[in-house]
Every structure is written in C-alpha cells, then in structure tokens.
C-alpha cells in the first residue's frame, strides 16, 4: 500500500464516520473532502472543482426544476387525484394504485417531490376510505424509490452511474436503458408490498370525517387531559394586567387555547388582552409544571439587607462586550449560547436600538457586533478579552451601572420560608431565569455567601436570595398563586371544534429550513397568528416542553389556530398540510405546456438531439419563461444539499481511480470472492451497497462504490455495465431505514411509524429486490469482455 492509497483511504473512512455519526451536515461533510484532496494534491484545483460542472450535477438541479414545475401547474396533482378516484375503497387496490401511480411519477420527476406532492392526497384518502394512513404511506414512500429506477433521470445515483461510465472511457447508459430491468423490479416490488408487505404494516386507529378528524387529532396527540381552565379571582394582583406580562404561557410552557368573559369566548386572545376578574382562562399543557411555579410565591421580600448587597457587591462585576464576527456565538440564541458554561458568565442585556434590552432575553438571537452586558465573578469578568469571541471588552464601574442600567433599583434580596415547599429543590428547576429573568445572584446560608449559583444549587428552607430583576414581576408571580385550576373543562373543548378555533395536521417540507429550529426559536404565535399544540414523533406524541424541542424532518405537527389564519399556510413552502381545510386547488391552466414540455426534454434525449443535461436545462429555462414557476420557485426547487454533496464527493471518486486506491479495495473483495466467479462478486458488491444505504447517503455511496466497482471488473476482464447496474439498482432501493432515504424520512410522522416499521417492510423487500435484480441482471444485462 502506497502512501497516496493510504491518505485516500483515510479521507475515505473519516468521511463514513462522519456520515454515519452525523456530527457534521453531509453537505459539509462532502466539502470537507473536497478541501482535504485539493490541500494535499491528491487531485488538482480544475479535478476538485470539476463536480460543480459535472453534467449529472447539473442534469440533477435541472430535474428539481423541471419536477417542481409540472408540480407548480398542477398535472401531476391532476393526475394523482384522478387515479385515486379510480382505486376503490379496498386497501390491496389503494395500495396497488397508489404505488404505481407513485412509481411512474417518480421516473421523470424528483423522488422526493412525488412523495411531498402525494402525501396530502394520500391522507386525505385514507380518511376518507377509513384506511389506516399507516397502511398507505409506507407504500408511497417504497413506490417513489422503486419508480426511480426505471430511467436515468429518475434518480440521482441513475445519472451518476452513467457519468462516471463516461469519465472512465465507457460509453454511458441511455435514458431508458434502466427500464427493462427498473420497471421489472418496481413491478415485483408492488406485487410484494400489496399482498404480502401490508401484513407487515402497523396499523394505527383511521377517522372519517371533519369532526372526527378533530376529535382523533386530540386523542392522538393527547390534548384532552393537558387541557384546564385558570379561573381569575375578582381581586386578584393580575387584574389590569396584559397576557403577555403574567407571563402565563411563557412561565410554564402553556398554550392559552381561550380567554372566556361573561359566557362569551375569544379564541387565541392577543398578548395585550387585559385580564379582568372574573375571567377563565382555557390553557393546555401540565398542570404539575404551572403548580411547580406557584411554589414560588413563598418568597418574602427582605425590605433592608444593605450588608448583604455589599458582599456581593465586592465579588460581582458588569462588562459589556462585543460579539466578534467571527465567532460561533452569531446566530446562537441567547439561552443556547452556552455563555455559563463556556465563560463562567450571565447574559444581562443586550444593546438594541439605543438602550439596554433586559427582558425575555431567552429567544433573542445574537448578531455580530451585538453589545451584550454580562455578569459574572469578578475574576471571571477580568478574564474576557482572552476569548477571541469578543472583540472588546469594558469593564463597567458602579457609577455607570447606576445611569445606564439602574442596578440598585433591580436588586432585591428575598427570604425562603423555612417550611417552603421549595426546599430541596433546584433553581434550574424553578425556571425563573428563562421566565421572569430573575436571576439569583448569590445565596446567602448559615453565615456562608454563595455568589453566582449553578442551576443544579439545591435551596433550603430560611435561604437569603439576592435576586437581579423587576420588583413587580414578583407580584405576577404572586398573582399566578392565586389563579384558581379548573381540570374538568370538558364542555369548553367545544370551542376547538368552531371555526375560530381547528386543529390541522402538518409536517416539514424536505427542502424546509425550519428543520433544526426549536419551537420557541421560530414563536408560532408571533410569526403564524397560530399554535404548535404538538409533535408527533418516532411512534409516539411529544406534547411537553415543546419550547426546547428541535423540529426534525418527519414531524408531524399539529397546529392550532383560527381556520383562516390556518389556511394561509398552505401556501407556505416550508409545510406540507395533511388535514384538508378546503383549500384552492392548484391553478391548472399551463398543466398542458409544463407537460409538453417535460415531453420534449424526454423526446429530444431518446432522438439523440441533445444530452440530458442540455436538455433538461433548456427544458427548465423554458418553464420559467412560460411562467409555469418562477425563478425564486426553481432556486428554492434545488436541495442544494443534495447538489454540494455529489460535487464535493466526485473528486474522492477521482483520487481512489488515480491512486490505486479502488484497485486495492477491489482487489480485496477479488480475494474474498473472486474464486467464486464473476456473478458471486457482482452479488458481494450488490449486498455492500445496499447494506451501505443505511449509513451513507445514496449519492455519495455511488462515488464511492464506482470505483471499486470497475477495478473489479477490469480485473476480471469484463465489460462493467451489469456490475454498475447492479450497485446503481442497490444503491436506489433505499428501504431499510427511515434514514436511508429522504422520502421515508417524509412520511414517517404521518404515518406515525417507528424506526422498526421500516425494517420489518424494508428488509424483506429488499431480499425481493436483490433476487429479481440477481435473476434477471444475466438475461438482460449478460457478461462481455471488455471493450471501450
């Protein structure tokens, strides 16, 4: 082994851990190979970059936009709900229909554009066949891969086969030279899922109706027994008081469903609504965690403790600091950013618009250049400007925190009673830093001073609290105590089945860019006018807590707002909607051009007039001047992901080719199964791939695997083309995982599947997959000697 193979081979397994541990994006992943074989000159500048301008790279992108065109007119919308009209109402035929209808889409569309374009239609059939969307959508997802194999634009590990054939000097496979083979295998692969797979489906409860449907959202997610009233007392300290500065929702992770005033009822009332005595707030969420907080209503404001103030005083400093441009801080939000853990420090404030903003500072996203003012110990303050994240720090005396901050009036000390229900509980659990911004800057106990506290300090009962904060928010803490909870509301729940109150399923779009982003990040309220009331996920409902959860793609969400204001997400590119609200059907009137277009692309390629790539660009280029989508639609139409990860992977193709680097890899398999015969290794390679799907993403794993691939072959003396039909047929037939596969991932929060759910269906049809394709690869595709 050469030390050129050796470096190869290294960048090659740190890639698949990367990959595999998911440490790092995949498209940043594919970057980072690029740089390492460009920096070490494995390959040179022209062969690193020569994937941006890769035909099948560029076949790849054209395709999104072709595919999102004739998605934009509405034809394939047309045709998906015509066939389903023409399936029945029994579950083999839905199936059967549903997979073929799928299937033929996804050869001359994108695979996952056919399973987000489908997945509403097939929701909406199970509810209103009263088939399990489990039993559905399962089959869609298998039928959009399976139709991908039967054209070389179908799916991108098709394309890349037939250009690295190119690249070594082979003559590349044809637009249709998949089909025989393809179309085989997606036959048998729908026979296998229709009348033995269901079997192998779960089954989940199916609803008919639009009020079912509203009743089977709250059961499913489990809304009913997280929903109770908050009555207010006629003299309550809340009284006068807006929704927003209770803090009742905030506070404790609630969602006010409705504010209910003399027998009348306001459905999502504003953050300013006044509170008046009286009035019944309707709210969802745990009633435990709303107790917890009440708790705190115990504390006793300690009128003079100067002394106190003083010792504190001596240990604690402000600074304000400024965010570098570089630091990884920018973008962070305040409560992610780690500022305790990685300085030792409290965020403040932060300077907005002239003055210090010291309130819900929790989701306030930091921005370069951003003057923050911090708290900490003093030697911890002295020790900023060592960090590079901060390109300047100034150390604030008391006198400018007196006029610019106003710290005495901020600082209060308060007392633990001794028999107070908080004893023996954390700070980290009171949630009053995230809610009210109180922080407690020192605990004063048995003489003893405690300055800056970790959110793991137990408290006990007599406890001293000097706290930083607004005296009246205390009140409202104190108000929150008097709120009297009413868990039997049963006939309030009628509210969320009007029109001012419904519940609507949905899930992300793949290419959304909300994945990632927690729920109190992207504030539902504030941005839709609605509520996330739930997350159905990995089989099961996440309903608590919901602030802190990450959104992944595969959610299901359920959204709760006024119909109208629902209604407008459905045109919003980042949701895919399952639950029907009568929405406008797709405007159809250039459905015959996006068509005719689509047909010329496909037709001028077989005619042999242009490459697929000429093709498909010019055939997107034309969809755009004929206004069937516009150029904003076809740029966010790209995953652009998908794209920097084939273009960042291709040069690793490269360097294994040149170094010797595949000759050795497949000179390994030839030691393991080369006495077999050709047919054996063909297989060995076949099983490698298709095992390899469940870690690696399909296109890079193409890259990859080509090499090794034709050494093998060229070993053997044999032509390489049914050997890279093979791996191309392994490396599509992605059903093993949800993982495996953008468009399982798409619908494994509807369906509400488990990770098991796919390797029950998955592997089986898999071992089908790999018997058709090993049966019939000798008749249509027979060894050859070989010859460019």
């Not at 076949?59 to 936009?65: G, L």
């Not at 089977?216 to 027994?225: A, G, H, I, P």
């Not at 633990?416 to 800057?441: I, Q």
């Not at 007599?462 to 039997?488: F, M, N, P, S």
């Amino acid at each position: 082994m050469t030390f050129e193979i050796a470096l190869v081979l290294g960048i090659l397994a740190i890639s698949l851990v990367l990959f595999v541990s998911e440490v790092i994006r995949m498209d940043l992943v594919a970057l980072l190979v690029l740089s390492a074989l460009a920096v070490s000159g494995l390959v040179t500048t022209n062969e690193a970059f020569a994937g941006f301008s890769n035909s099948a790279v560029i076949t790849v992108w054209a395709m999104f936009i072709l595919s999102e065109g004739l998605t934009r007119t509405g034809i394939a919308d047309i045709i998906g709900r015509q066939v389903m009209r023409l399936a029945g109402t029994r579950e083999i035929s839905m199936i059967i229909v549903i997979m073929i209808t799928a299937a033929v889409l996804s050869a001359f569309m994108n695979n996952i554009g056919v399973a987000a374009l489908m997945l509403p239609v097939v929701v909406e059939v199970a509810r209103r066949t009263r088939i399990p969307p489990s039993r559905l959508l399962m089959p869609l997802a298998y039928a959009t891969l399976l139709g991908g194999l039967t054209t070389m634009i179908g799916t991108p590990p098709n394309l890349l086969i037939s250009e690295i054939m190119v690249l070594n000097g082979y003559e590349p496979f044809g637009l249709f030279d998949f089909t025989p083979l393809g179309a085989a295998v997606m036959i048998i692969g729908v026979i296998f899922v229709a009348f033995v797979g269901r079997y192998l489906l779960p089954v989940s409860k199916s609803v008919r109706g639009r009020h079912q449907s509203q009743r089977s959202l709250r059961s499913r997610y489990k809304l009913q027994e997280r929903t109770f009233m908050l009555r207010v007392p006629m003299e309550s300290i809340l009284v006068g008081k807006t929704l927003s500065q209770t803090r009742i929702g905030s506070s404790t992770g609630l969602i006010i469903l409705a504010l209910t005033r003399y027998g009348r009822s306001e459905a999502l009332p504003g953050r300013q609504t006044v509170i008046r005595g009286g009035d019944g707030i309707l709210v969802q969420g745990r009633v435990d965690q709303f107790k917890e907080l009440q708790r705190w209503s115990d504390l006793v404001i300690e009128r003079e403790a100067p002394v106190l103030k003083s010792m504190v005083a001596a240990k604690i400093a402000y600074a304000e600091v400024d965010l570098a441009d570089g630091s990884p801080l920018v973008g962070e939000l305040i409560r992610h950013a780690g500022f305790r853990t990685r300085f030792n420090i409290s965020v403040v404030g932060v300077h907005r618009r002239n003055n210090y903003r010291l309130t819900n500072l929790a989701y306030v996203p930091l921005r370069a250049g951003d003057r923050i003012l911090v708290q900490g110990e003093t030697k911890e303050i002295a020790g900023l400007d060592k960090f590079a994240d901060f390109s300047e720090v100034r150390q604030l005396t008391e006198d400018q925190l007196s006029d610019q901050y106003n710290t005495d009036e901020r600082m209060f000390v308060v007392r633990l009673p001794k028999f107070s229900g908080l004893a023996e509980a954390t700070l980290e659990k009171s949630r009053l830093a995230d809610v009210f911004d109180f922080r407690v800057v020192a605990v004063f106990r048995d003489g003893n001073l405690k300055v800056m506290p970790r959110g793991d300090e137990v408290l006990e009962g007599g406890d001293l609290l000097l706290i930083e904060g607004q005296h009246e928010d205390l009140d409202v803490l104190r108000g929150l105590q008097e709120l009297d909870v009413e868990t039997k509301v049963t006939a309030n729940l009628g509210s969320l089945e009007s029109e001012r109150l419904t519940l609507m399923d949905a899930t992300l779009d793949p290419r959304s860019g909300l994945a990632g982003r927690t729920v109190g990040e992207l504030n539902f309220r504030e941005r839709y006018g609605i509520e996330l009331a739930g997350i159905w996920r990995e089989g099961g409902p996440i309903g608590e807590d919901l602030a802190e959860e990450r959104l992944q793609l595969g959610d299901a969400l359920l959204m709760l707002g006024p119909r109208d204001r629902l209604q407008l997400l459905t045109d919003d590119s980042d949701f895919l909607i399952l639950t029907p609200l009568g929405q406008e059907p797709p405007d159809t009137q250039r459905a015959p051009l996006a068509a005719f277009i689509m047909l010329s692309v496909v037709l001028s390629v077989m005619a042999g007039y242009a490459p697929i790539s000429v093709a498909a660009v010019v055939g997107g280029t034309i969809m755009v001047l004929t206004g069937c989508l516009t150029m904003e639609q076809a740029y966010r139409a790209i995953d652009w992901r998908a794209i920097f990860l084939i273009a960042g992977m291709l040069p690793l193709g490269a360097a294994m080719q040149q170094s010797g680097a595949a000759a050795y890899l497949a000179n390994q398999v030839m030691v393991l199964l080369g006495d077999a015969g050709p047919w054996p290794v063909i297989a060995g390679l076949y099983v490698l791939t298709a095992m390899a799907t469940m870690i690696i993403p399909t296109a890079a794993l193409v890259v990859l695997m080509s090499p090794i691939v034709l050494s093998a072959m060229a070993e053997m003396g044999l032509a390489p083309e049914p050997a890279m039909m093979a791996v191309a047929m392994a490396a599509s037939a992605s059903f093993t995982s949800p993982i495996s596969h953008p468009a399982n991932i798409l619908v494994m929060g509807p369906g509400g599947y488990r990770f098991i759910d796919y390797i029950k269906v998955g592997v089986p049809l898999t071992i089908v997959v790999f018997i058709t394709v090993m049966f019939l690869l000798p008749i249509l595709w027979p060894l050859s000697p070989a010859v460019r």
